[in-house]
């Protein structure tokens, strides 16, 4: 069964600090997503992560994804408070459906 | 921007009461997902559709839940008899096809008393 943990799932940081999500998954996958969750909103698509080492970059979030070592990073740089959210990696299990981790709780003080 | 319809946004019900809710698909998206999302928690996948077909209802609760996707375009997730349990966000998304990126819709939050 594949299992997606994140971590840290709450992250309160101050605004111009940099921080990493983590996202382990516990099978071989080929692709994952990063989603973001406004309180009471539906969820955004961030990125799309499809090989091994592939990197991808909007604003001052960064995504990666080691398939070897079944991780996956997302990289905050100098946090502004507009960041705030929740953020979701989610793996593809089998090319049939997306599982997704518990979520990252994110608080970014002025 | 195309995007998922969900409707209603809101519905608060009792228990044992029959609830049913809407999703309409970015135009010429073939794959149809209903999730649903506890507090808290991250979605989980309830139904999975590619065109009209049932492709995973695996985590479906088949004895009090059910979907469909007649014509292959919007769909339906009915709940019946409604429990406590059931208070939850419930999420549609669909993508272009299978493994292609998925856009979800707002969602519509049940509340059981």
């Known amino acids: 069964e594949l299992k997606v943990e994140q971590n840290p799932l709450f992250l309160s940081m101050q605004e111009g600090k940099n921080y990493t999500i983590y996202c382990n998954y516990s099978?071989?996958?080929?692709?994952l997503y990063w989603y973001r969750q406004d309180p009471g909103k539906s969820l955004e698509s961030l990125f799309v992560?499809?090989?091994?080492?592939a990197v991808k970059q909007e604003g001052r979030l960064m995504a990666s994804l080691d398939t070897k070592a079944r991780l996956s990073t997302l990289h905050i740089t100098a946090a502004v408070h507009d960041l705030s959210a929740t953020y979701f990696c989610?793996?593809?299990?089998?090319?049939?459906?997306?599982?997704f981790g518990a979520g990252t709780i994110l608080r970014v003080k002025s | 921007e195309a995007e998922v319809a969900q409707s209603p946004r809101y519905k608060i019900t009792e228990k044992s009461q029959a609830v049913a809710f809407w999703c309409d698909p970015i135009?010429?998206?073939?794959?149809l997902y209903w999730y649903r999302q506890i507090l808290g928690q991250g979605p989980e996948l309830l139904v999975q559709?590619?065109?009209?077909?049932?492709?995973?209802d695996s985590q479906l609760p088949k004895d009090r839940f059910s979907a469909e996707r007649l014509k292959g375009v919007d769909s339906t997730l009915k709940i019946q008899p409604a429990e406590l349990g059931d208070s939850a966000m419930y999420l549609c998304?669909?993508?272009?096809?299978?493994?292609?990126?998925?856009?979800f819709g707002p969602g519509t939050r049940l509340l059981v008393l």
């Open positions: 135009s010429g998206h073939a794959t």
């Open positions: 992560l499809l090989s091994n080492g």
């Open positions: 559709f590619q065109d009209e077909s049932v492709v995973d």
């Open positions: 998304a669909s993508s272009l096809a299978r493994r292609e990126t998925q856009y």
């Open positions: 989610a793996v593809d299990k089998n090319g049939n459906k997306l599982v």
């Open positions: 099978t071989t996958s080929d692709r």
